[in-house]
C-alpha cells in the first residue's frame, strides 16, 4: 500500500502517543492490556516506542524529562498537510501551540497545541510516518470525543482549523457535535458543562476497541489502574473509562455490531 493510499484527510485523528515517567511498566501494561508489542524510534522524541499490533503500528509511547512535570494523558493528533499553515490557523482562531512546528525525524512533522478552552491536540504531518492505518481491531484506537464545557465556541474553532463539517444532537439536554470530513464521521464534540472534571478540564478522549468491555475493565484494575467508570451501555456499544498506572484516561469500547 502506499503512502499517497494511507494518507490521512487532513483534520482525521490520524494517531496517539503518550508521554510517561515510566516506560517500561507503561508497556508492560499495555503490552498485557492489548496484546502491543513495541519497536522504537524516532529517537529525535527522545525514548520514545510505537505501539505495534499484528504488524501494524497504532500508537506512540514516550518517556518524559524526569524534571518535566506534566499531565500525563492520551494526546490525540489530527492530520494536516502542512503543520506550520495548522499551527498559524490554531493561532488565529484563539488556540495556543506548545510545541513545534517541529520535525520528528524523517517520520514528519508536529505541532502540539491547546484549543481556546485549553484541550490539548496534536497536528502530524506524515512522511515516512502515516499514522494509523488499521481500525476497529481490539486493542487499536477506535474514536476520539473531545469532552468540553460547550460545544459551540470550541466547535468553531475545530470547524474553522480543519475544516470539519458539523452534525449536532437536537436536544435541550445533551450537548454532542459530530464532526466530519467527506461526509464521513471522524471525531466527536461532547459538552458537559459542569460535569467537566474540575482537576482535568476540557480534554481529548481516546476510545480503544476491546472484545469484552467488563473483563479488560477487571484486567485493567489487575495490572494497577483504575476503573474511573464502571462498564454501561452506551449508544456507541458497552463502554468502560478507565486509567493506567501513571493515571493516563482512556475509554474501552466494545463497538456495537
Not at 482525521?12 to 508489542?37: D, I, R
Not at 516506542?49 to 506512540?60: K, S
Not at 501551540?97 to 520535525?103: E, Q
Request: proline content about 7%.
Amino acid at each position: 500500500m502506499s503512502q499517497a493510499e494511507t494518507r490521512h484527510t487532513p483534520g482525521t485523528p490520524c494517531w496517539v502517543s503518550l508521554m510517561v515517567h515510566g516506560l517500561a511498566p507503561t508497556q508492560e501494561f499495555y503490552a498485557a492490556l492489548f496484546g502491543w508489542e513495541f519497536r522504537p524510534g524516532p529517537a529525535s522524541l527522545g525514548p520514545y516506542v510505537r505501539a505495534v499490533l499484528d504488524g501494524a503500528e497504532v500508537a506512540g509511547i514516550g518517556q518524559l524529562p524526569p524534571d518535566r512535570h506534566l499531565p500525563i494523558a492520551w494526546t490525540t493528533y489530527l492530520a494536516t498537510d502542512d503543520a506550520d499553515a495548522t499551527a498559524e490557523a490554531i493561532r488565529h482562531c484563539g488556540g495556543t501551540v506548545g510545541v513545534g512546528p517541529l520535525d520528528a525525524g524523517d517520520a514528519g512533522r508536529l505541532v502540539i497545541a491547546s484549543d481556546p478552552e485549553g484541550a490539548v491536540f496534536g497536528a502530524w504531518q506524515a512522511e515516512a510516518h502515516v499514522g494509523n492505518t488499521v481500525a476497529g481491531a481490539p486493542g487499536t484506537p477506535v474514536w476520539n470525543e473531545l469532552v468540553t464545557r460547550e460545544t459551540s465556541a470550541v466547535g468553531k474553532f475545530y470547524e474553522s482549523v480543519f475544516g470539519y463539517e458539523e452534525e449536532a444532537v437536537v436536544s435541550a439536554d445533551f450537548d454532542y457535535v459530530t464532526l466530519h470530513l467527506d461526509g464521513r464521521p471522524v471525531a466527536s464534540l461532547h459538552g458537559v458543562g459542569h460535569a467537566l472534571p474540575r482537576d482535568k478540564g476540557a480534554h481529548w478522549m481516546t476510545y480503544f476497541e476491546v472484545t469484552d468491555a467488563d473483563a479488560a475493565a477487571r484486567r485493567v484494575t489487575e495490572l494497577g489502574g483504575h476503573v474511573i467508570k464502571p462498564p454501561r451501555d452506551g449508544s456507541s456499544g458497552r463502554v468502560t473509562t478507565v486509567a493506567d498506572p501513571e493515571g493516563a484516561v482512556f475509554t474501552l469500547v466494545r463497538s456495537a455490531p
